[in-house]
């Protein structure tokens, strides 16, 4: 494939990303919204949300203007190398911050100079895998500061919180996350969780459940339970969006695992704000897009 | 109720919190970097005095010579508790729009001066910039990049909750007494 149609396929999946919710997101929103009483805060909250959703879609403009990290994972088939692909996004979201789909978000963390195109070391953050057929499959998600400075790791037992190496105690540390995010992380947030891991792929995997659709049911039965508990726990908590007060704290709750070493038990907890945005396609060998992945 | 400028402390003393307010005149965004600058003793390079700071990094490009804003929702305003308070005294800023809410310190200053914290939306970036209607300058974008620069900003009709008044009321200190009391009694 030509190197120029593949980054303009990337530029239009930066400027949907961007731009457009996916509808399962929007669903979970519009059900959030039926749950609050008219004329309250949290009320307002969602209308004021649900109007931006709609804005940002024919404007063509960035939903959030905390465009994030940008988070991609690619798998590569045989027609497209590392190297090809990097150049191309990178490309592609130069242009996409050129002209405004994305905010100048990169900045060297030692001089605190911004790089005003995205890129630099670690941005944007790529994870390649190799496809097992003959399409190239691209997902990517903008990851807000607000929600990442709220995302958080326990390490088990925890004693404030009487959390031990087992379900309960990771039943505990999760609450106790949506608890510390009000406000902060723009609610009502959606938890991504890893328990078990290391540091490093506890968090990456925390992150990679966030692609499961909002409203499926995860396939471990014990985890299943643990995610409907959980969430009906953490919106009986009352923290609402924005942290006004409300029904809906959490929209919902993807719990994934690592196997761990004896000695290290965390909990890895990815929040995502309710800007949700992520998206990807699956493109053929002669630049088709033959499938968008979370349409809006 | 409408806030218009100049944003004097007696109209800033009338409102409580739970008031939904809409903004109308100039207000200046300044995050991190400006906070900081501020507080080890940078000069402002513009008026402070009754002014409204915004916890904002705008999207801005420059379209035939001319500044447009493509997105402009509020940042979360925590980070600045260290700063804000003793920023609001010193320079006579009498509100600040964010997200998240501050903590006591920014309360009490609040009280102090005659201040007030007004909660925009969170990621409606969109319907914010939708009321920027002017962007009137900017100042230290050379130093601190686009999104952590001082823009002012000309807003019509800025839709914003007030979440802490100069009464010494704060809805985010209410929800995170109520919230914790729930959370507690769910562990046991």
């Known amino acids: 494939m030509d190197a120029k149609v593949l980054q303009k396929n990337l530029l239009e999946l930066i400027r949907r990303t961007s731009a457009e919710l996916p509808s399962d997101v929007v669903r979970a929103i519009e059900a959030g919204a039926r749950k609050e009483a008219a004329g309250s805060n949290a009320k307002y909250a969602f209308d004021v949300i649900r109007e931006n959703i709609g804005m940002a879609k024919v404007k063509s403009q960035p939903l959030c203007q905390d465009t994030g990290t940008i988070i991609v994972y690619a798998e590569l088939p045989s027609w497209c190398d590392e190297k090809t692909f990097r150049k191309a996004y990178e490309k592609a979201t130069a242009e996409a911050t050129k002209v405004g789909y994305l905010r100048q978000n990169s900045v060297d963390a030692i001089t605190g100079a911004n790089s005003g195109d995205n890129l630099g070391p670690g941005s944007p953050s790529f994870h390649f895998h190799q496809a097992s057929g003959k399409a190239l499959t691209v997902r990517m998600m903008l990851k807000g500061g607000g929600c990442e400075n709220v995302s958080t790791q326990y390490s088990l037992p925890d004693a404030r919180l009487g959390a031990g190496r087992d379900l309960e105690g990771v039943r505990r540390c999760i609450l106790d996350s949506a608890l510390q995010a009000q406000g902060k992380g723009c609610g009502p947030g959606i938890l991504g969780v890893c328990v078990g891991g290391d540091r490093g792929t506890g968090y990456i995997a925390a992150k990679e459940t966030l692609f499961r659709e909002m409203d499926d049911v995860n396939e471990d039965p014990r985890l299943a339970k643990l995610e409907k508990r959980i969430l009906k726990e953490a919106n009986s908590l009352g923290v609402g969006p924005m942290g006004f007060g409300g029904a809906t704290t959490l929209m919902g709750v993807k719990i994934t695992h690592r196997n761990r070493v004896p000695a290290s038990f965390f909990v890895s907890v990815a929040y995502m704000c309710w800007a949700f945005r992520r998206n990807g396609f699956v493109l053929s060998e002669g630049g088709r897009i033959t499938r968008w992945l979370y349409p809006s | ?188």
Request: proline fraction near 5%; hydrophobic fraction near 40%; glycine fraction near 12%.
């Open chain 2, 1 to 188: 109720m409408l806030l218009e400028a100049p944003f004097t402390e007696e109209k800033i003393r009338a409102l409580h919190v739970g008031d939904l307010v809409e903004i109308t005149g100039v207000i200046f965004t300044g995050r991190d970097a400006v906070h900081k600058y501020l507080h080890d003793g940078g000069k402002p390079p513009v008026d402070l005095k009754d002014s409204i700071i915004y916890h904002c990094g705008p999207v801005v490009v420059k379209e035939n010579g001319k500044w447009v804003v493509k997105a402009a929702g509020p940042t979360t305003s925590a980070r600045e508790e260290p700063y804000q308070g003793p920023l609001m005294e010193q320079y006579g800023i009498r509100a600040v729009i964010g997200k998240g809410g501050m903590g006591p310190k920014t309360l009490q200053y609040c009280q102090k001066v005659g201040g007030v914290y007004l909660h925009a939306i969170g990621g409606a970036a969109q319907v914010l910039a939708e009321r920027v209607v002017a962007v009137k300058g900017v100042h230290l974008a050379e130093k601190f990049g686009s999104p952590e620069a001082i823009w002012e900003f000309q807003v019509d009709r800025f839709p914003a909750v007030v979440t802490m008044d100069s009464h010494g009321q704060s809805l985010h200190a209410q929800v995170l007494a109520e919230s914790t009391e729930k959370f507690k009694s769910l562990l046991g």
